[in-house]
């Protein structure tokens, strides 16, 4: 950020603001690592239940 304002500060200086090109950085997906181990074990209907809470939260975000 603080380059962006060196450049901006430079470029009013030398009345060459159309000179300063500005654009949005594409986020790059962040991976997810899930780690399991045969003690953490769960019933078919915790798991169910748990996805479909995890399921209800992805739908509140759109």
């Known amino acids: 950020m603080l380059l962006l304002v060196q450049r ?3 470029a ?3 009345n060459s603001l159309e000179t300063v090109i500005i654009t ?4 790059k997906p962040k991976s997810i ?5 045969e ?6 209907v915790r ?3 748990l996805v479909e809470k995890v399921m ?3 739908k509140k975000r759109r």
């Open 8 to 10: 901006v500060i430079n």
């Open 12 to 14: 009013a200086k030398h």
């Open 24 to 27: 949005e950085k594409e986020e």
């Open 33 to 37: 690592v899930l780690l399991l181990s």
């Open 39 to 44: 003690r953490d074990r769960m019933s078919d």
């Open 47 to 49: 798991l169910r239940l």
């Open 56 to 58: 209800r939260c992805g």
